[in-house]
């Protein structure tokens, strides 16, 4: 046999023995978890909130409903229906609920803070989708002296 045939076939092999171990040890991790693995999706207490969702929750709370909705152009019940959504922003609404929270939120620190790291996200998402940030070709450089 040719070393790419001996290379294939050990691959089919663990391939085969990682699904085998996988299936073995779904009933343990549906009992660990509470969930079958990757069958179905996370609660709604589960699913992790985004930057956006606490940015804009906090300042409902702090500011109130009809501050944050009309810094934002919405109708209360419109901002009730965003709060409690699932989906996620878009980036272009990411951006006016932080620049909306910055103009609204004086006298907040907190949620200053919280709006300004949002606006750097979608900067930094934006900038990467658009190809204008690199990635590193290597490792960071260091500061020790060359030996």
Do not use: C, Y
Not at 57 to 65: C, E, N, Q
């Amino acid at each position: 046999m040719e070393d790419h045939d001996v290379e294939a076939t050990i691959i089919a092999e663990l391939i085969l023995a990682r699904d085998a171990a996988t299936a073995a040890a779904a009933p343990f991790v549906q009992d660990v978890v509470g969930r079958q693995p990757e069958s179905s999706p996370p609660q709604p207490r589960e699913r992790r909130k985004t930057s956006s969702a606490l940015l804009l929750h906090r300042a409902i709370t702090t500011l109130g409903a009809s501050v944050v909705a009309q810094s934002l152009n919405l109708k209360p019940e419109e901002l009730e229906r965003l709060d409690a959504s699932e989906r996620s922003m878009t980036l272009e609404q990411q951006r006016t609920l932080a620049l909306a929270i910055l103009v609204v939120s004086e006298g907040h620190p907190e949620l200053r803070r919280r709006a300004t790291g949002l606006l750097g996200q979608v900067s930094a998402a934006a900038e990467f989708a658009a190809g204008a940030s690199r990635r590193h070709a290597g490792p960071p450089p260091t500061n020790r002296w060359p030996v």
